[in-house]
């Protein structure tokens, strides 16, 4: 089993930044693949950025260019800065790790833009 737990959303003004973080623990070194959803409210859950075990990073076309995804292996915690937010970055920001036989998923982060 894999526990994730998701945190660091809030509320901030277009333009400003935010750092979720995703802790996680139990099998942990059974995880391929590690990083973020995000469901804004009447839509569906988008993929946000992923992190290889490899450390290979993949975004969003959307996202692209003002979010970074990391790992801090000694820690278990990946992390997701997220800078230049505009309005339409408001959404529950799910922390998504995937092992060959099933995704786990933190509880979510409300990450809200105002503008």
């Known amino acids: 089993q894999v526990q994730l737990v998701d945190s660091g959303g809030g509320l901030v003004q277009a333009g400003g930044s935010l750092r979720l973080s995703c802790a996680a623990s139990?099998?942990?070194?059974?995880?391929?693949?590690i990083g973020w959803d995000r469901q804004a409210p009447g839509k569906q859950r988008d993929m946000v950025a992923r992190i290889s075990s490899g450390g290979t990073t993949t975004y969003a076309d959307s996202v692209k260019g003002r979010f970074t995804i990391s790992r801090d292996n000694a820690k278990n915690t990946v992390y997701l800065q997220m800078n230049s937010l505009k309005p339409e970055d408001t959404a529950v920001y799910y922390c998504?790790?995937?092992?060959?036989?099933?995704?786990?998923w933190g509880q979510g982060t409300q990450v809200t833009v105002s503008s």
């Open positions: 998504k790790g995937d092992t060959l036989d099933r995704a786990y």
């Open positions: 139990g099998r942990t070194f059974s995880i391929n693949v």
